[in-house]
């Protein structure tokens, strides 16, 4: 019978070629003895647009097929496989009428019409709803077929998946398989069905029974014969298992032997498209045969000799239908098992061959026009099946042999060789690039690499020597290097870059060491920037960046440390407006400069590694050297600002603290001496002090928060502690000033009061003992007390309002009143002495004084029993009316009772005398 296969795959494109089925794959069937192919392939991929034109690369792979098919005897169904539908709608539907399946075969006829091994398979499973309606359509579309002038036989399908198994239940036979029903002017057609053996869907591999396809072809069978129709089952299929294969068997049997009725069968499926479905019986490695192939090819026809060979192995050789030809050549062991297969074309060239090695390896090979030894393709396969090797001859005979790692779909290496034997190139993929080598005359030429998309990444190219001579390397952004080399040195001489559109964006020469010694970038724009580098060495030596108009931007100069570049506007020009340098890659200060319109500068600003920055300032008349600085850390927070004057010399500096406090400093007009340092807080003074033209500290005020003031001085010889402290209060008015000797002990305070008061302490030199303190009012002396070396009083001088002046005299002994009293008038003129003894509250001791008047001279005693104070004190009194004269002896004594004031008077004088507790000092009246 005419057995065939399925080869799917026809409309799917793999490396932009369709999968349609090769030479060496229908050579391999034909060497099996089927006789048909049904290649499906969609009506959308052959006519992209309802009624458009068909598809020209399709069809041509088509008919390569269909003319290669002819020459091994073999027929080819072409099968529209779209289950009635166009874009998943049904044929006899507004948007797919039946004029546009009409037009679709009415084109695919006229194209293969003198093809005599065609057949036109309708529609794969159309699911029309009716029997009626997908009749009508038929008959259509074969009346489009034979208006072509094709006469080969049309292949009708019915509804309901055309399965043979429900073609006598349904409306197919009644409607479609009525007599007259398919119209058909050449009257060569037949009835399509498909049969499988699971639950009809041909999805699993499990079959119902192993007779389960006998019984379901039994019906149509006897209808077909019935009613003189020819059966032609397009699709069948099993997977490997005991039972299916046995059930396969049995359905093949009934075929055979009812092919009266069943002219033709195709098995469903082979192909590369889909080599893992459960039926294929695509060849594994394309020439060793799957078990269901066991099962079919007995049902071929084809003829099997057995040859037994010298050294024991057995050949097995098949022979085409006319039983003449040899289509496949096995070579096996003893035990039956395959050493290699030999598949050969109807003319008897060699197809294919397959040698198996004592490893388990095979070695394949398949070659492409029939009785030449290339076009060929030979891989190599380990135990597992799994590609190792594969070597590629073309129709000139160039070979391309590529390495392959077990079970990767890429080759790792890939080495092509000339039909002489000499090295083409090789090419290695590693990591996702590829490195490909090219030769010329058995001498390298090239080295490319690419990645993994095969995107040029460099090329290296060589002279006839094999010498390096050019280098271009591709860059991931698109843009591209292109370098020389000396080709007897092989040291580089220049690279030239180049943007994605292939301008030149930079050069770069070098030396004939190889050190670089100028380079060159271009900008879009049309400025360039050109560097030097250091003789002898690739260390960079300056760049100068220049406009499009050469018009010099910015200079970098470099050295060990780093760089400096320094930035001009306009370009040109002398005017800088920016230089930065980095140090060890890192910015560790940049200046930025600023020009009024007549180009004079009028700010300055250094940026420090750490962010900090200082901002120069100048004016018309200052241009070498700034008016003021004024710096700033990382966060802008203001340092400090510098003034300067006409010479540039600091004159003023005010340094910013925290917490609102600013330090001013002064220096002396035209020197870097400090004349002047203030310390204030929010602007308030704090202090202030001065320096003299030594730089030595003269004075220093310090104003205090509740408003007072200090002013200290200091000498240049004593700069560790001040000479004088003044104190004043918040309005300025005096309150103390301390003096102090050279070594800081105080030597003087004098305590500023009210009304005028001023009360000056003086001290022993060298000790904190006070010597004297003096009472002045409106600077007029009031008192004068004198110390000892004790610290004890020893004198007491008062000045009266009178202009009088009274002079106390104390022991070390008695402090609690004077020894003795001076009056003194306002000339200075003693008045009054007054001595006490060891006179005390307890009313003991004596007493005496002298009044020395105009005319009169006077002396007065007391005297009382020591430690009796209620005996009477004895008073007497002497008076001498010759001024000047000795007192005379004259006395007076009187007893008193108490301590009552007495009065005496004489020669116009009154004599006060006072009870020893009240007694200071005498006082007199002149009368």
Known sequence: MDLGINLWGADWVFDGTYMVPTTSQIDYFASKGFTNIRLPFNWETMQNSLGGPLNADLLKSIHQ?????????????????????????????????????????????????DDSNVRFGLMNEPQQENASDWLSISNAA??????????????????????????????????????????????????????????????HEWVVSADIGVERLTAITEWARANGVSLYLGEFGVADNPQALEALDKMMAYLQANDDVWTSASYWVAGTANPTYIYTVQPDLGVLDVPQMDVLEKYTGAVVTETVLKDGTVRHDVY??????????????????????????????????????????????????????YPATETVYNSDHERIQESVTDATGITIEKLYEP????????????????????????????????????????????????????????????????????NADGSHDLSTFNAKTGIIQSVTEYAANWTVSGTTSYDSK???????????????????????SDALSQSQHLTAEGKLASLTTYSEAGQTTSTYAPPGSALVVSTVVIENGVVVSSVQYAYDAKGLITTVEHVEADGSRTIENYDDTHQTSPVSTTAYDESWKLISVTYFDDNGRVSVINAVGDNGVNTLTSFVAGTNAVSQVEVYVDWKLQSRTNYDENGSISKIQTDHNQGTHEVQT?????????????????????????????????????????????????????????????????????????????????????????GTHEVQVFTAEQQGHPSSTSLYDASWKLVAYTTFGSHSNDGS??????????????????????????????????????????????????????????????????????DDTTVVSPHYDLV
């Open 714 to 802: 200091f000498t240049p010889e004593q700069q560790d502690h001040p000479t004088s402290t003044t104190l004043y209060d918040a309005s300025w008015k005096l309150v103390s000033v301390s003096y102090f000797d050279d070594i800081g002990r105080t030597t003087a305070v004098n305590v500023a009061g009210e009304n005028g008061l001023n009360t000056l302490t003086s001290f022993v030199p060298g000790t904190d003992d006070i010597e004297q303190v003096e009472v002045y009012v409106d600077w007029k002396l009031q008192s004068r007390t004198d110390y000892d070396s004790d610290g004890k009083i020893s004198k007491i001088q008062m000045d009266n309002d009178d």
């Open 320 to 373: 085409a239908q006319d039983g003449k030809t040899v289509t496949l050549s096995d070579v096996l062991t003893k035990n039956g098992e395959l050493l290699s297969r030999s598949i050969f074309d109807a003319d008897g060239n060699l197809s294919s061959k397959a040698v198996i090695a004592v490893d388990g390896g095979i070695t394949v090979t398949v070659y492409g026009e029939a009785g030449k030894a």
């Open 845 to 914: 001791g004596s007493m005496s004084f002298l009044v020395a008047g105009d005319s009169v001279d006077a002396a007065y005693f007391e005297s009382a029993a020591a430690g009796d104070e209620t005996s009477p004190h004895t008073y007497a009194f002497a008076l001498d009316d010759q001024a000047g004269a000795n007192f005379g002896d004259e006395t007076f004594s009187f007893a008193e009772a108490g301590y009552a004031d007495e009065v005496f008077s004489t020669a116009n004088h009154i004599f006060n005398a006072f």
């Open 407 to 474: 079970g990767a779909h890429e080759a790792y290496q890939e080495t092509s060789y000339h039909a002489d034997g000499s090295l083409n190139y090789v090419t290695e993929h590693i990591d996702g690039q590829h490195i490909s080598e090219t030769y010329e005359n058995g001498v390298l030429a090239k080295i490319e690499v690419y990645n993994s998309s095969w995107t040029l990444v460099s090329r290296d190219s060589f002279d006839a020597s094999g010498n390096l001579t050019g280098r271009q390397v591709d």
């Open 514 to 536: 190889g050190y670089p010694t100028r380079q060159v970038s271009y900008e879009a724009d049309g400025s360039r920037t050109i560097t030097s580098y250091k003789s002898g």
């Open 65 to 113: 097929v269909v003319d290669y098919a002819a020459s091994q005897g073999i027929s080819v169904i072409l099968d529209v496989h779209n289950y009635g539908k166009y874009n998943d709608q049904l044929i006899g539907s507004p948007e797919v009428p039946v004029s546009s399946f009409v037009n679709l075969w009415s084109k695919i006829a006229s194209e293969f019409a």
């Open 142 to 203: 074969i009346a489009a077929i034979r208006e072509t002038g094709a006469t080969q036989q049309v292949l009708v399908p019915g509804i309901g998946w055309t399965g043979a198994w429900s073609w006598t239940s349904g409306d197919n036979a009644k409607i479609i398989g009525a007599e007259g029903a398919i119209v058909d002017p050449a009257n060569n057609y037949a009835i399509e069905v498909h049969q499988y053996l699971d639950d009809t869907s041909g999805q």
